[in-house]
């Protein structure tokens, strides 16, 4: 098993430029997470979706937009990428059998000039 | 807003000693949760323990809880070089969609 998968790995887009973050589980968990990562922040949640077809706005939901496109992934789209988005995304799942814990995927680097 | 803030923010130790990391949060909780980071990586899920637990252990971790006084503490014993990381506590406020709120970490650093 994989586990959480992110593509891409890095990512240098210019203001004003859009792109999709993707993500996938293979652990067949019902929720799904993005978080952003900035130095001296901790994480915080962007976006989340308790199970497919729902999606909820987390912390930090401005310039962003998610798509819970199936029971195994769920995309984050940058429509209009700005400089303050610079930042590592990960990607989360969590399933019913566990308690709550949560798996994280290997992150996104982007930088937005 | 942060819900846990983990103290201190780094802490460097010897290899063979105990690191001691601890977490306060400010509301009711469902569990409390601890993640390790190792640099440039996503975050691993380290140990659980629930609000009715007050101490949980895996392997060289030991885990305490205290709700009275809205706080938990991590103790790695035993260190290695290798448990070099930043050390995260995340809270889970309960429903269905598992959301959880982290700190902002320790960063820890075991020197050979």
């Known amino acids: 098993n994989a586990g959480v998968t992110q593509t891409p790995k890095f990512q240098v887009l210019k203001t004003g430029q859009s792109m999709t973050l993707q993500c996938a589980q293979d652990?067949?968990?019902?929720?799904m997470y993005w978080y952003r990562q900035d130095p001296g922040m901790g994480l915080r949640l962007i976006y989340y979706?308790?199970?497919?077809?729902?999606?909820d706005k987390g912390e930090v939901p401005n310039g962003y937009n998610v798509s819970r496109l199936n029971k195994r992934e769920f995309s984050l789209r940058l429509e209009s990428a700005a400089p303050s988005q610079t930042s590592v995304y990960f990607c989360?799942?969590?399933?019913?059998?566990?308690?709550?814990?949560?798996?994280f995927g290997p992150g996104t680097r982007l930088t937005v000039t | 807003s942060q819900q846990g803030e983990e103290d201190p923010q780094a802490l460097s130790i010897q290899e063979g000693e105990n690191a001691t990391m601890n977490c306060s949060y400010k509301?009711?909780?469902?569990?409390l949760q601890w993640y390790r980071q190792n640099s440039g990586r996503g975050l691993v899920h380290l140990i659980l323990?629930?609000?009715?637990?007050r101490e949980k252990h895996s392997g060289r971790l030991r885990v305490t809880l205290d709700t009275s006084k809205k706080s938990s503490s991590l103790l790695i014993t035993a260190s290695r070089a290798a448990d070099t990381a930043s050390y995260f506590c995340?809270?889970?406020?309960?429903?269905?969609?598992?959301?959880?709120?982290f700190g902002k970490g320790t960063l820890l650093t075991v020197n050979p």
């Open positions: 995340a809270t889970d406020i309960g429903g269905s969609n598992y959301k959880l709120t």
């Open positions: 989360a799942s969590s399933g019913v059998a566990g308690l709550g814990e949560q798996y």
């Open positions: 652990m067949n968990h019902n929720s």
């Open positions: 979706s308790a199970s497919e077809g729902t999606t």
């Open positions: 509301t009711s909780i469902n569990n």
């Open positions: 323990i629930r609000s009715n637990e």
